[in-house]
């Protein structure tokens, strides 16, 4: 299992990333796949996922500025962020093996299985 996280880079406030996640020995239409993020100083927390059935869902703080999309013949798992801001700033990471939870999703982090390798985010004037 592998996945490969890329698209970051700066971004002014306001402005708007693509991030893309390209995974090999799975497929991304059979598994749970999300983004989650860490800034520094705190712990890594959820930012937003697809279920193998095709639900969504988000951290609240990015409900409407961000959208996680699955190409089932690409394999790959994007999120598109808009009207981004400084508090967005984060190294973001995709990842998989994890459970699908609409609730509590504050301890989903801790239940993934495999980690991309990470992209840097910053959002700043």
């Known amino acids: 299992v592998q996945l490969q996280a890329s698209g970051g880079g700066l971004v002014q406030p306001g402005g708007s990333l693509r991030l893309s996640c390209a995974v090999s020995?799975?497929?991304?239409?059979?598994?749970?796949v999300g983004w989650f993020r860490q800034a520094p100083g705190t712990e890594r927390e959820f930012v937003a996922a697809v279920s193998w059935s095709g639900n969504t869902n988000y951290l609240d703080s990015v409900k409407g500025r961000f959208i996680i999309s699955r190409d089932n013949v690409r394999n790959t798992v994007d999120l598109e962020m808009n009207s981004l801001n400084p508090e967005d700033t984060a190294i973001y990471y995709c990842?998989?093996?994890?459970?699908?939870?609409?609730?509590?999703?504050?301890?989903?982090?801790?239940?993934?299985?495999?980690w991309g390798q990470g992209t840097q985010v910053t959002v700043s004037s």
């Open positions: 990842a998989t093996g994890f459970p699908f939870l609409v609730s509590d999703t504050s301890s989903m982090a801790g239940k993934v299985r495999s």
């Open positions: 020995g799975f497929t991304v239409s059979s598994n749970n």
